[in-house]
Antibody
Framework: EVQLVESGGGLVQPGGSLRLSCAAS????????VNWVRQAPGKGLEWISY????????YYADSVKGRFTISRDNAKNSLSLQMNTLRAEDTAVYYC?????????WGQGTLVTVSS | EIVLTQSPATLSLSPGERATLSCRAS??????LAWYQQKPGQAPRLLIY???NRATGVPARFSGSGSGTDFTLSISSLEPEDFAVYYC??????????FGQGTRLEIK
């Protein structure tokens, strides 16, 4: 069974940093592209970052470019999102999801709250 | 950026009825469109990809159609578990994939 489990969310002050993780199991993680998608409370879905299976190709949405960094460790079947200079508008549930251009499997998400 | 506009915002129907949800793109996305279902407190689930292909395990009552700028998700006979929020997503401008704002399907 494919599983993606996010962790690392929490409450952080504006300007602060947080690192999210996503642990994958049930599939050959190193063969699949992975994305981060977020959902602000009561709002819709926003794609924010993509990383290729080998980690050599990375993309970001303009809203997070220069502040967030995606990375993966295929030996540990894990994905990370380093989030710096956080803003109130970054408050959301953050999901990891696998897939190249459609998102086939999703984790349950981790809530990030940016507030003083 | 390709904007996807979903209608209606809320659809109120009874179990057993047919549901028709729409998604309109601000420019042609060919057939590169997907539909997702999201229930409260859960992650989205992929239902349809490339406009009309059902994802693994999706019941046959779900079907998708359309191309270019106008797309439809149909649910032939609503089951209680189908009441949820539905999002469309385009991949035409990959890597910048975008989602519609969602349609809430509620029990009448």
């Amino acid at each position: 069974e494919v599983q993606l489990v996010e962790s690392g969310g929490g409450l952080v002050q504006p300007g602060g940093s947080l690192r999210l993780s996503c642990a994958a199991s049930g599939f050959t993680f190193s063969s699949y592209e992975v994305n981060w998608v977020r959902q602000a409370p009561g709002k819709g879905l926003e794609w924010i970052s993509y990383i290729s299976s080998g980690g050599s190709t990375i993309y970001y949405a303009d809203s997070v470019k220069g502040r967030f960094t995606i990375s993966r460790d295929n030996a540990k079947n894990s994905l990370s999102l380093q989030m710096n200079t956080l803003r109130a508008e970054d408050t959301a549930v953050y999901y990891c999801a696998n897939g190249y251009n459609y998102l086939h499997y999703w984790g349950q998400g981790t809530l990030v709250t940016v507030s003083s | 950026e390709i904007v996807l506009t979903q209608s209606p915002a809320t659809l109120s129907l009874s179990p057993g009825e047919r549901a028709t949800l729409s998604c309109r793109a601000s420019q042609s996305v060919s057939s590169y469109l997907a539909w997702y279902q999201q229930k409260p407190g859960q992650a989205p689930r992929l239902l349809i990809y490339d406009a009309s292909n059902r994802a693994t395990g999706v019941p046959a009552r779900f079907s998708g159609s359309g191309s270019g700028t106008d797309f439809t998700l149909s649910i032939s006979s609503l089951e209680p578990e189908d009441f949820a929020v539905y999002y469309c997503q385009q991949r035409s401008s990959w890597p910048l994939i975008t989602f519609g704002q969602g349609t809430r399907l509620e029990i009448k």
